[in-house]
């Protein structure tokens, strides 16, 4: 049975993400279109005491959410993210907006956003330093290199600004750091490639000649390299059983699709069809790229086939799930882009309301009795980091780690998948995945 998010407040209003990202800049508050959302019943039968119980649920306990005492009731932040056409950071923002819509109801406050997407970092770094010359009271930040953040990270430190960092922590600065362990996620995906790959063929192929593409974004990220990281402990191991026969051949492809199937298609063409053993891309867009290659060649077939290539990947967007249930992808680990958002919004707030910069002094878990039974449960705290952490660059502060998982442990149409929840804010229905690979196009749920 699928389950309804407690305290997405989905029977009241959701944001338009388009409308959301469509104004981005530097000196704009954006001002979201908001439409009504009713949450879909569990299954098609349930029925509406079934509903109006979860919604009551999901009431009850976001009453359980406390609003720190402030003597403000207007904030202003200074959010720096990655470009406006980014699914997974339109997600993040997606939880950003649902926690802000749930802290201005319940504590009576206005946060304003100043908004500035880019994937590029001097234009990220212009942006943030344009808004705090205006005044902000928090920064929001999702940098896209992070290294060239760490002189204005620790100016900010010395401000005692308050500041929440997710996709990438900024090296050798304070900060509350909100992300997945990387490289647990790369495993999980290249631990699914392999029991693919089994499932097919038998044990037979580790002792054949063949290679694994691994198709990399960005190799100086931390995100990539945390990723990496987990596939080679996935499929390093039969790399060495096999004496050399196997191999894994890395491109690096900047996360763009095309140049994933570009990447693809040339290794096909060297190697030939029976040498390709599978595709491990660090996010969605590359293995969705590499499976168009795949059908392109014709090596498309059934997950029973012998000759079955899996396409693995990291982040759980509705194009990878569409790809999964036609068969052209495999699975995907999943990061959980809208509860990032929720917990690194929850955090900024905390610091902006009570003027204290929060610094866990042992590890622990952050409560969230709103979002009991989530996949991406429990938060883990890592306090005060040091040396590296998940292949992390070294930061100071906190490590808020919401649990990365598999995705394909849920139905596809399970409303716990971010991909879900950020298709329901945009068409207010949930989608629907088949054999055909619709998802919003497909009658809903």
Same mark, same amino acid.
């Given at each position: 049975m699928k389950r309804i998010p407690k305290s997405l407040r989905l029977a009241a209003v959701m944001l338009s993400i388009g409308a959301l990202i469509a104004g981005c800049s530097s000196s704009a508050t954006t001002a979201p279109t908001q439409v009504p959302a009713t949450p879909a019943p569990a299954t098609a039968a349930a029925s509406q005491a079934e509903a109006t119980a979860a919604a009551s649920s999901a009431a009850a306990s976001s009453a359980a959410v406390a609003c720190p005492q402030t003597s403000k009731t207007t904030f202003t932040v200074a959010m720096i993210r990655w470009t406006a056409s980014d699914i997974y950071f339109n997600g993040e923002q997606l939880g950003e907006q649902i926690e802000k819509?749930?802290?201005?109801?319940?504590?009576? =406050?206005?946060?304003?956003?100043? @908004?500035?997407?880019?994937?590029?970092?001097? /234009?990220?770094?212009?942006?943030? /330093?344009?808004?705090?010359?205006?005044? #902000?009271?928090? =920064?929001?930040?999702?940098?896209?290199?992070?290294?060239?953040?760490?002189s204005i990270m620790q100016q900010l430190n010395a $401000?005692?600004?308050?500041? =929440?960092?997710?996709?990438?922590?900024?090296?050798?600065?304070? $900060?509350?750091? #909100? &992300? !997945?362990?990387?490289?647990? +996620?790369?495993?999980? +995906?290249g631990q699914a490639a392999v029991k693919a790959l089994d499932a097919a063929r038998g044990t037979g192929w580790r002792t054949q000649t &063949?290679?694994?593409?691994?198709?990399?974004?960005?190799?100086?990220?931390?995100? %990539?390299? &945390?990723?990496?990281?987990?596939?080679?402990? +996935?499929i390093d191991? !039969? @790399?060495?059983? *096999?004496?050399?026969?196997?191999? !894994?051949?890395?491109?690096?492809? *900047?996360?763009? %699709?095309?140049?994933?199937? $570009?990447?693809? %298609?040339?290794? !096909?063409?060297h190697y030939g069809q029976n040498d390709i053993l599978g595709i491990?891309?660090?996010?969605? %867009?590359? &293995?969705?790229? +590499?499976?168009?290659?795949?059908?392109?060649?014709?090596?498309?077939?059934?997950?029973?086939?012998?000759?079955? #290539?899996?396409?693995v990947a990291v982040d759980g967007s509705e194009a990878e799930f569409i790809a999964m249930s036609t068969g052209t992808m495999t699975d995907a680990a999943e990061q959980p882009a809208v509860a990032i958002g929720i917990v690194a919004e929850r955090l900024l707030y905390q610091e902006m309301a009570t003027? $204290?910069?929060?610094?866990?002094?042992?590890?622990?878990?952050?409560?969230?009795?709103?979002?009991?039974?989530?996949?991406?449960?429990?938060?883990?705290?890592?306090?005060s980091p040091s040396g590296v952490v998940d292949e992390q660059t070294s930061f100071t502060g906190a490590w808020y780690e919401p649990q990365t998982f598999d995705a394909a442990s849920l139905s596809l149409d399970d409303h716990w998948h971010w991909a879900n929840i950020l298709d329901q804010s945009q068409t207010g229905q949930w989608p629907h995945y088949d054999s055909t690979g619709c998802a919003s196009g497909c009658p809903k749920s």
């Open positions: 819509d749930r802290i201005e109801k319940d504590c009576g =406050v206005t946060i304003n956003w100043k @908004v500035f997407g880019a994937n590029d970092d001097s /234009q990220q770094l212009n942006a943030l /330093q344009a808004d705090l010359s205006a005044g #902000v009271d928090g =920064v929001d930040i999702s940098p896209y290199e992070e290294a060239g953040f760490t $401000q005692k600004m308050p500041v =929440v960092t997710h996709g990438s922590p900024i090296p050798n600065a304070w $900060q509350l750091f #909100v &992300g !997945i362990d990387n490289t647990k +996620a790369g495993l999980i +995906a &063949g290679i694994f593409i691994e198709l990399r974004c960005i190799i100086t990220a931390t995100f %990539d390299i &945390g990723r990496d990281k987990g596939y080679h402990e +996935a191991p !039969i @790399v060495a059983a *096999s004496g050399g026969k196997i191999t !894994i051949q890395t491109r690096e492809v *900047s996360c763009d %699709d095309s140049k994933a199937r $570009q990447a693809t %298609d040339d290794l !096909i063409t491990l891309a660090i996010d969605g %867009d590359s &293995g969705f790229g +590499a499976a168009s290659s795949l059908t392109a060649h014709g090596m498309t077939v059934a997950k029973t086939d012998p000759k079955y #290539v899996p396409d003027g $204290q910069l929060i610094a866990p002094t042992s590890n622990s878990t952050f409560d969230m009795p709103d979002y009991s039974g989530a996949p991406w449960a429990p938060v883990n705290v890592t306090a």
